[in-house]
């Protein structure tokens, strides 16, 4: 500093003490710069006031000498004090040398800086806060210092701002926001417990309305939540639930929509109490904003459904999850299914709906939500419409479809998450069938997959999906049915049907369900679709067949129409090139018709065959279970059809006797003794009127050698009353049994067993050509 130069009105004592390295001297210095301020306050002397400052500013507050910038901000300190009210005139040059010395390399300097500072703001108290944007930003810097009296001395600057905002109702919020956003991405400790401090302070002023800001800063609370401190952390936790309180307080001024993106980022976080806090927030949201959720539907649910599978080590995340995905499932209504329809403003409210719910990071292309991976939110570009007023509610179903497609293709996902998916397919098929028939082409092949799936449960909510796909009006329209001619458009999953053949009668019956699938007013186009591409699925995957094939079917019975089922896969059988699939596919099925319980009226239906449907049904299973001879016979049982079982007994001299076959047969004799037969145990006391029942029976067992069946059925034979009963009665007598044959006299019998003898011969040619070509035969030969 020059000492020649001219600093007047400061004397040169004055200035040669501000410039002194003791501090007790530049406080006397101050002293007097006290005292000449006030003279100048008491003249109305404002040019030379102005001018005080400015020479404690340039000349030493920013001087390149140390002592001489401690002076300074003494100096600075002492106009302050001595302009007292009228010191709000002169604070931006009174704050800006100041907060300047904040960023010096001393620390001893900058606890000056922070103490005269608070000297300035002390006295100005409201007349600071035009400027407190400046001085925020200063004391988030210093909050950060390593030096800890600087820190101390920050501390009492920052209470006192504090203070000052909390008693004035002129603070600026609208100028203050952007500053919050950029600061609050901070990564140090101190200056985060600052920002949280700070919000704290604010949202407890009650003429200062944070929460209409909250967008603005929600995604760096979350940031912040995932602190190392524990302190830290605390803070934030409160903050943000006493935001929620306040949500939940006045819904109707929350901005739900601008907020839905950053939790649902924050949903996915690694850190469990990031990720159950906003799981709770995104509970709270769809209750209370209710349908102005449902165009970020995708982006929740690849946040929600994974939390699904989670253990009891996250218990908590997982059971918030678990009401945000009902909730947000119960928002989904018949409405969304209509075309270009004007829905009324959805008001946000809670939801009142208490009823029981029904039945990865963010994917790079899933969803309606345009999210990244950064967690930065930089202005407010990201984010939706400013006000739930002016939201169209709209349910984007294509988002929605593809994440819960990408989930069901993903088999790292846990149980509770693929039954959660299929829950969803089948809500949306139930509310919105005409839009979702759109994607049921593209879900048709990951859901015939799923059948594979290891657990029963996810098995069992596939195919409730895949029977309200093939039972749903909606299809109709929307598929296309086989009776086009048309092979269906599922690529490799399709069975090869080959163009149906010529019985050589004329509408003979079971022509019908060679020529166009069976269809009811409770089945569509897929339904056909669905059963074949079934077939396929078990034919590809024989382990499928044997450990889940008849709990499948019988399913299936339940949820769809056992009738039309049975029907459907004995006509696609028919036509089936495999002939060894068919032939196993035909016992499983005639496994599954004949003990489980929930065919029992299909069976009751097939015991009489007085009605042209339930011939018509006869007839075409009959013509499908011709590929397996013991099948057949039991069929023939079933339906009471005991000459026509005796016949085709009569033929098997001509069959292949196998291992494998009179295991069959084995099976069969242990079947005739189960319940499911005793109506036909019962008519052997009446021999007279059913000798062919025995006859056949007979037929059995002399096709078995001296086994345990063998001794099975040959004591049960030997109860039969009056052998010598057993010839064929005169045909001038009508027995009952006559009167049931000429109920049925619509069933060409002789045709049948044309059919049955051509199918047989088939198999035996298939096996004669794997043999010359070198083929394992799949049979071993009785010697």
């Not at 960023?103 to 500072?117: I, P, Q």
């Not at 270009?340 to 709906?353: G, L, N, S």
């Not at 004995?570 to 004949?594: C, G, P, Q, W």
């Amino acid at each position: 500093m020059n000492p020649e130069k001219d600093f007047a009105p400061l004397t040169p004592g004055i200035v040669r003490a501000l410039n002194d390295k003791l501090y007790e001297k530049r406080k006397v210095a101050a002293l007097e710069i006290e005292k000449l301020v006030r003279e100048f306050v008491s003249q109305n002397s404002t040019a030379q006031i102005k001018h005080v400052i400015q020479i404690l500013s340039q000349e030493f507050a920013l001087s390149q000498h140390p002592h001489s910038r401690k002076g300074g901000l003494i100096g600075l300190a002492a106009c302050s004090i001595a302009l007292g009210k009228d010191s709000g005139l002169y604070l931006k040059e009174l704050i800006e040398p100041v907060l300047t010395c904040f960023n010096d390399s001393d620390s001893r300097l900058r606890y000056y800086a922070c103490e005269a500072l608070y000297n300035i703001v002390k006295v100005a108290r409201g007349s600071v806060l035009p400027h407190f944007n400046v001085l925020f930003d200063g004391l988030s810097k210093l909050a950060a210092d390593p030096d800890p009296n600087v820190k101390s001395g920050s501390e009492l600057l920052d209470r006192l701002l504090k203070d000052i905002v909390t008693e004035s109702n002129e603070f600026d919020l609208v100028g203050f926001i952007p500053l919050l956003r950029e600061r609050i991405y901070s990564n140090n400790q101190y200056a985060r417990q600052f920002i949280i401090s700070w919000i704290l302070v604010l949202e407890s002023v009650p003429d200062i309305n944070l929460l209409d800001y909250l967008p603005e800063i929600l995604d760096g609370l979350f940031q912040i939540l995932g602190d190392n401190s524990k302190e830290i952390r605390k803070m934030c936790e409160v903050a943000l639930g006493e935001f929620l309180k306040e949500i939940k307080k006045n819904p109707s001024s929350v901005k739900f929509a601008e907020m839905a993106n950053i939790l649902v980022i924050h949903c996915q976080a690694s850190d469990d109490l990031i990720q159950l806090t906003a799981m709770c927030w995104m509970r709270e949201f769809i209750q209370l904003a209710g349908r102005v959720m449902l165009p970020y539907s995708s982006g929740i649910l690849t946040a929600v459904l994974p939390c699904l599978s989670y253990d009891d080590r996250k218990k908590s995340i997982k059971e918030v999850a678990n009401v945000c995905n009902q909730s947000l499932m119960k928002l989904v209504i018949p409405e969304d299914d209509e075309n270009e329809v004007k829905q009324p403003t959805a008001a946000p409210q809670a939801e009142t709906d208490h009823d029981e719910p029904l039945s990865k990071q963010e994917m790079a292309s899933g969803g309606c939500l345009d999210v990244s991976n950064n967690s930065s939110f930089n202005s407010t570009s990201v984010f939706m419409p400013t006000s739930t007023e002016s939201i169209h509610v709209t349910l984007n179903l294509d988002g929605i479809v593809q994440v819960l497609d990408c989930h069901l293709h993903d088999s790292a996902i846990g149980m509770m998450t693929r039954i959660a998916v299929l829950k969803w397919l089948y809500h949306l098929y139930i509310k919105t069938p005409r839009k979702m028939f759109r994607h049921t082409d593209s879900l048709f092949p990951i859901l015939l997959k799923t059948l594979s799936d290891e657990s029963d449960e996810v098995i069992l909510k596939d195919l409730e999906v895949l029977a309200e796909i093939a039972s749903s009006p909606a299809g109709q329209t929307e598929g296309q049915g086989p009776c086009d001619g048309s092979e269906t458009q599922l690529g490799q999953l399709e069975l090869h049907v080959p163009a149906p053949t010529k019985t050589g009668q004329a509408g003979s019956p079971g022509s019908k369900g060679m020529e166009c699938s069976p269809s009811t007013p409770t089945m569509n186009s897929y339904f056909y679709k669905f059963m074949i591409n079934l077939l396929k699925r078990f034919s590809s995957e024989r382990k499928l067949l044997e450990m889940r094939g008849a709990f499948i079917i019988r399913q299936l019975c339940l949820l769809l129409n056992a009738e039309n089922i049975f029907h459907s896969m004995a006509d696609i059988l028919l036509r089936e090139e495999d002939l060894k699939f068919a032939s196993t596919m035909v016992h499983t099925l005639n496994t599954i018709l004949l003990t489980s319980s929930e065919l029992f009226q299909l069976r009751n239906q097939l015991k009489d065959l007085r009605t042209p449907e339930s011939r018509n049904l006869f007839c075409c299973l009959y013509r499908s279970w011709c590929h397996n001879p013991v099948t057949t016979v039991s069929l023939c049982f079933l339906t009471q059809n005991y000459k026509h079982a005796y016949d085709l007994i009569q033929m098997f001299g001509d069959l292949e006797v196998t291992v494998d076959f009179l295991i069959e047969v084995d099976k069969l004799v242990q079947l005739i003794e189960c319940p499911i037969f005793t109506y036909l145990r019962l008519q052997l006391l009446d021999v007279k009127n059913n000798p062919y029942l025995i006859k056949a029976l007979y037929g059995l067992l002399m096709l078995l050698p001296q086994s345990s069946a063998f001794q099975l059925l040959s004591h049960r034979l030997q109860c039969v009353p009056n052998p010598e009963l057993m010839q064929t009665a005169d045909g001038s007598k009508t027995s009952p049994a006559a009167k049931k044959s000429a109920a049925t006299t619509a069933i060409d019998y002789a045709e049948l067993l044309q059919h049955f003898e051509k199918v047989q011969n088939k198999h035996l040619q298939v096996r004669h050509q794997r043999a010359s070509r070198g083929e394992t035969l799949d049979r071993r030969a009785i010697l």
